[in-house]
């Protein structure tokens, strides 16, 4: 009983793996020239699976549509919305976002939304990737 893992393991071990290379298809084999070739748009990285309706990624914000009520900053549970007092806009901080949907929720002129853009890894918390203005 004590071993009885052990077929298993050993047959994992002679498979192939299911999973999916990711960000690219095959597995590049220098990656810094593969994220050159990203930049200069000779290669794409492409998400694992398709994101399904509904999914909560990065805020879109239709900055026209906005009017000041200042409703998303009140149930922002994380304090990642900033209020801009000059242009009476708001400055979403996606590194302290937690991707809740309340702002999306309350906001009475819905001009926010979720987007399927889910990959916001950077390595400044306030680059102009992790804010939305």
């Not at 708001?90 to 999306?104: E, H, P, T, V």
């Given at each position: 009983?004590?071993?009885?893992?052990?077929?298993?393991?050993?047959?994992?071990?002679?498979?192939?793996?299911?999973?999916?290379?990711?960000?690219a298809?095959?597995?590049?084999?220098?990656?810094?020239?593969?994220?050159?070739?990203v930049?200069?748009?000779?290669?794409?990285?492409?998400?694992?699976?398709?994101?399904?309706?509904?999914?909560?990624?990065?805020?879109?914000?239709?900055?026209?549509?906005?009017?000041?009520?200042?409703?998303?900053?009140?149930?922002?549970?994380?304090?990642?919305?900033?209020?801009?007092?000059?242009?009476?806009?708001?400055?979403?901080?996606?590194?302290?976002?937690?991707?809740?949907?309340?702002?999306?929720?309350?906001?009475?002129?819905?001009?926010?939304?979720?987007g399927?853009?889910?990959?916001?890894?950077?390595?400044?918390?306030?680059?102009?990737?992790?804010?939305?203005?």
């Amino acid at each position: 009983m004590k071993f009885s893992m052990l077929p298993q393991v050993f047959g994992q071990m002679f498979k192939k793996p299911f999973t999916n290379k990711f960000p690219a298809k095959y597995a590049p084999d220098n990656v810094t020239g593969f994220l050159s070739d990203v930049g200069a748009g000779k290669a794409s990285i492409n998400p694992p699976v398709e994101t399904p309706p509904g999914f909560r990624g990065k805020i879109q914000y239709d900055k026209e549509k906005c009017i000041g009520c200042k409703l998303c900053i009140k149930v922002c549970p994380t304090g990642a919305i900033e209020f801009k007092e000059e242009e009476k806009k708001i400055k979403i901080y996606l590194a302290r976002c937690c991707f809740c949907s309340q702002c999306n929720d309350i906001c009475p002129v819905n001009c926010l939304s979720m987007g399927s853009e889910f990959l916001l890894a950077d390595t400044d918390k306030y680059s102009k990737a992790m804010t939305v203005e």
